[in-house]
Every structure is written in structure tokens, then in C-alpha cells.
């Protein structure tokens, strides 16, 4: 089983940033692709960023030109620098790592989540 765990939210002031960053454990033989999710109360839960093994990066029309996705492969994790947040961004931002663990299927993994508070 793989397990991404999350970290690094918190409050932040508007103009502020945080860095958020996902580990996944588990049996991971290879990582097709990592990325960042977020669901605001009432809301859907929506695309922030992707990033894939290759290097490549997709991001919401919102939140380009602020956030920055990275990853780590080696230690299985991603980031998520988030700079010049605003009150919109406030959610709860999820993880995901897609994988397999058998070189048969290819499975997408969530973490539980990590609150970001951004305040006026």
C-alpha cells in the first residue's frame, strides 16, 4: 500500500507564502506523476499543480506565476511553493501520487490533507 502524508500548512497573512510537501511511502516501484489538489468549503475539489516524471508541470490558470511544483523522486516526495497567496487559496489542499507497485497497475494514491488558511 502507498501512503502520501502531507505537511506544512498553517495560517498565512495575504501576500505571504508557505511551502507544502507530500512523502509517499509504501512499495512504490515507479512514480508516473505527483500533484497538488484543493477543495474550499462548498467547492469541488480542483486541480493546483501536476507534475509528471518527465519534468512536466501543469498548472491552474490561478495560481500561475505564484506556485511552484517540485519534486523529489529519490525520497518520493513533491512541493508546493505557494508566494503572494491570497484569500482564495484558502482550502484544504490534498496530494496525489500516481504509481504502481507491481509493473502491472497504475494507481492514484491521496493523502488526507492538509489545511491552508490564508487571512486578510
Known amino acids: 500500500q502507498v501512503q502520501p502524508v502531507e505537511s506544512g500548512g498553517g495560517l498565512v497573512q495575504a501576500g505571504g507564502s508557505l511551502r507544502l510537501s507530500c512523502a509517499a511511502s509504501g512499495s512504490i516501484l515507479s512514480i508516473n506523476a505527483m500533484g497538488w489538489y484543493r477543495q474550499a468549503p462548498g467547492k469541488q475539489r480542483e486541480l493546483v499543480a501536476t507534475?509528471?516524471?518527465?519534468?512536466?508541470?501543469n498548472y491552474a490558470d490561478s495560481v500561475k506565476g505564484r506556485f511552484t511544483i517540485s519534486r523529489d523522486y529519490a525520497k518520493n516526495t513533491v512541493y508546493l511553493q505557494m508566494n503572494n497567496m491570497n484569500i482564495e487559496d484558502t482550502a484544504v489542499y490534498y496530494c496525489?501520487?500516481?504509481?504502481?507497485?507491481?509493473?502491472?497497475?497504475?494507481?492514484?494514491?491521496w493523502g488526507q490533507g492538509t489545511q491552508v488558511t490564508v487571512s486578510s
Open positions: 507534475i509528471t516524471s518527465a519534468d512536466i508541470t
Open positions: 496525489k501520487v500516481t504509481c504502481t507497485t507491481d509493473w502491472v497497475h497504475r494507481r492514484d494514491y
